[in-house]
């Protein structure tokens, strides 16, 4: 029976993405990359989706990419890799609906970039992260010099980039990559109470703090100000919108639908 490299699973408005390559740690496959770009395009599309969890099967998260592959390549061979790699990370940072990487064991190379790609990275406190590339002669891709100097900032960004070696959970919670840290045997559950809660908030409003926000990294403050301008005048109109107003007068909790 043929491998399956990713797991999809849908329940209680949330898409579990789990990347099933085990034995090797994750590696992220031509397979396991197509899978999830159009996982996330359901998700995009599905109303009942309103969060996405993006975990790992086995011991870790994700090793990054498949050294054993390197070493025959050819630049357009590369060149041409690297187009589905980017095409993955710009559909994770362009859907409307919250991404939460859950990470143990090591997220590597490519793999600390699918994680800095979501919305939020939850982590194991025994988890590794480690930006490899260097140590067979290459510079980050996947998006890892656009996130690592707008997370870290740049001499921490160097540090990770130039060294190649693993920082502990506690120092990336420290220095900005992890949100929050649990025991190992708590991640996956903690996650899950996570999700739920974000998939039963106002999803139109977070789809635009998403949105806004990432465009922000890249924009003046003048720019910034117009868009939240033209949106608020926009998303005032929601079902979530109105609900909240009504949830704070009559003093209860709001009941979000995600319209």
Not at 83 to 98: A, F, H, V, W
Request: hydrophobic content about 45%.
């Amino acid at each position: 029976m043929e491998e399956q490299h990713l797991l999809v699973k849908v329940e209680e408005g949330i898409m579990s993405l789990t990347l099933n390559r085990p034995k090797s740690l994750n590696a992220l496959s031509i397979e396991m990359r197509q899978a999830l770009i159009e996982a996330l395009k359901t998700a995009e599309n599905n109303d009942q989706v309103r969060a996405v969890i993006l975990s790992g099967a086995g011991s870790s998260f994700c090793a990054g990419g498949d050294v054993k592959g390197m070493g025959n390549s050819t630049p357009l061979k590369t060149y041409n890799r690297l187009e589905g790699i980017n095409k993955l990370i710009l559909t994770m940072t362009e859907l409307d609906k919250p991404i939460i990487a859950a990470v143990h064991g090591y997220a590597a190379g490519v793999g600390v970039c699918l994680a800095m790609a979501c919305d939020q990275v939850l982590a194991a406190d025994n988890s590794k992260f480690v930006l490899s590339f260097s140590k067979v002669g290459l510079i980050s891709d996947g998006g890892g010099l656009f996130f690592l100097p707008r997370t870290l900032g740049l001499l921490r960004s160097k540090e990770l980039l130039f060294n190649a070696e693993p920082i502990s959970a506690a120092k990336a919670l420290d220095w900005g990559m992890v949100n929050r840290l649990y025991p190992a045997d708590e991640l996956h559950s903690e996650v899950l109470k996570y999700a739920k809660k974000l998939a039963s908030g106002p999803s139109k409003a977070y789809g635009m703090i998403k949105k806004i926000a990432n465009r922000a990294l890249t924009i003046d403050l003048a720019e910034t100000l117009e868009i939240e301008r033209t949106t608020q005048a926009m998303i005032i109109t929601t079902e979530d919108h109105l609900e909240g107003v009504e949830a704070f007068k009559e003093k209860r909790k709001p009941i979000f639908k995600g319209k």
